[in-house]
């Protein structure tokens, strides 16, 4: 199994329109952020854990889980960098394979001592619109299929029982 642990607001700071929305209300930029990732956790099938770094917040680590994409709030005096640490050290075995979103230089080393790949915020960036581009060819190309009946009527007929089905006359 792939697990993918993002480190939130360094995603949030690199990628444009999440940029922008940040500026105005960092709460919708966090939930935007966690919707794209529930997009990529459903299209991909891994597991997807984003880390908001809670360090300068009195209280206790929270977690929340929206869609299927788990959200960590680090607990006070707790970076999201040594939590992200922690969760690849935990999560890295021989079946997981442990992937982290991150631009941070120190935090990609770190990782891959612990045996973890990284994504750069770049790389999950073009990951996620490529998927969303498959998204959209995927609902096109299941538009077009036309119904295809068991008994051959020609389109006149077709057209006339779709009107009656309707219950149009």
Do not use: C
């Not at 889980?65 to 075995?93: M, P």
């Not at 959209?136 to 077009?144: A, G, P, R, Y």
């Amino acid at each position: 199994m792939n697990v993918l642990i993002v480190d939130g607001y360094n995603i949030i700071g690199a990628w444009p329109e999440l940029k922008q929305l940040k500026d105005k209300d960092l709460g919708q930029a966090r939930d935007l952020l966690i919707e794209m990732m529930a997009e990529y956790q459903s299209y991909t099938g891994d597991r997807v854990i984003v880390v908001f770094d809670a360090y300068h917040v009195r209280g206790l680590e929270t977690k929340q889980k929206s869609f299927k994409v788990e959200t960590i709030y680090t607990k006070e005096n707790e970076t999201a960098d040594e939590r992200i640490e922690k969760l690849s050290g935990q999560l890295n075995d021989v079946r997981t394979q442990v992937y982290v979103a991150t631009s941070d230089y120190a935090e990609q080393r770190t990782i891959f001592a612990q045996g973890a790949y990284r994504k750069s915020a770049r790389e999950l960036y073009i990951e996620v619109k490529n998927i969303e581009q498959e998204i959209k060819k995927d609902l096109e190309t299941h538009k077009e299929v036309q119904y295809q009946s068991k008994i051959p009527i020609n389109k006149e007929i077709r057209d006339i029982f779709e009107k009656w089905r309707r219950g149009n006359k």
